[in-house]
Nanobody, 124 residues
Framework: QVQLVESGGGLVQAGGSLRLACAAS????????MAWFRRAQGKEREFVAA????????NYGNSVKGRFTISRDNAKNTVDLQMNSLTPEDTAVYYC?????????????????WGQGTQVTVSS
């Protein structure tokens, strides 16, 4: 089974940027659609972004459109999330997820592989 490990979280001031990376234990290019979700303390899990398995189709949650970018790094076998113009409302644990069926939607229940999460904290 593919294992996912997130990295890149940390503390940043409002208006700043962070880049998260999700590393997979096996080659994910063309094998899995990949996504990022987040969960803020006391809130439900929220869809952030997803990228397709074959054609690189992307999908973003409304709250991050225009600020976040999901991409694949084929050389590193990672899926990255570039986060710009961060606000305190982006503070959450960010999780990487994978779906072998190629799903790029927002339904967390479809994704069958999950990482352990990385904390992102945005100070005001």
């Amino acid at each position: 089974q593919v294992q996912l490990v997130e990295s890149g979280g940390g503390l940043v001031q409002a208006g700043g940027s962070l880049r998260l990376a999700c590393a997979a234990s096996e080659r994910i290019v063309f094998n899995y659609a990949m996504a990022w979700f987040r969960r803020a303390q006391g809130k439900e899990r929220e869809f952030v972004a997803a990228i397709g398995r074959d054609d690189g189709t992307t999908n973003y949650g409304n709250s991050v459109k225009g600020r976040f970018t999901i991409s694949r790094d084929n050389a590193k076998n990672t899926v990255d999330l570039q986060m710009n113009s961060l606000t305190p409302e982006d503070t959450a644990v960010y999780y990487c997820a994978a779906d072998s069926g190629g799903y790029v939607g927002s339904d967390a229940g479809v994704y069958d592989r999950w990482g352990q999460g990385t904390q992102v904290t945005v100070s005001s």
